[in-house]
């Protein structure tokens, strides 16, 4: 069983930046694909960014790539999303993810584990 816990969410202004924070619970964090997704009012939940499991790989919507990245620190079992330069379309709820395979995939259907989200804001 694995734990996520958000943190590090609020307001920031289009062009700021902002990093989001997730720590895991359990032993495996270090063969678990971590992604984050967000979720805007009246909208469903989207992939985000992903990282795989060591950090072999990573994979981005077309949306963020070049402006966001993520990155994991096995030792904290943690992984971070750092938002740059964001847009207003970026606010909603950004939730992490953990996926029992070392894998990356975009589909939020193969992510077994989910925290509780955290609000980004984007407006000046």
């Known amino acids: 069983q694995v734990q996520l816990v958000e943190s590090g969410g609020g307001l920031v202004q289009p062009g700021g930046s902002l990093r989001l924070s997730c720590a895991a619970s359990?032993?495996?964090?270090?063969?678990?694909?971590m992604g984050w997704f967000r979720q805007a009012p009246g909208k469903e939940r989207e992939f985000v960014i992903a990282?795989?499991?060591?950090?072999?790989?990573?994979i981005y919507a077309d949306s963020v790539k070049g402006r966001f990245t993520i990155s994991r620190d096995s030792a904290k079992k943690t992984v971070y999303l750092q938002v740059n330069s964001p847009k207003p379309d970026a606010t909603g709820v950004y939730f992490c993810?953990?996926?029992?395979?070392?894998?990356?995939?975009?589909?939020?259907?193969?992510?077994?584990?989910w925290g509780q989200g955290t609000q980004v804001t984007v407006s000046s």
């Open positions: 993810a953990a996926r029992s395979s070392p894998f990356v995939t975009r589909s939020r259907l193969e992510y077994d584990y």
């Open positions: 990282i795989g499991g060591g950090g072999g790989s990573t």
């Open positions: 359990g032993s495996a964090f270090g063969r678990y694909a």
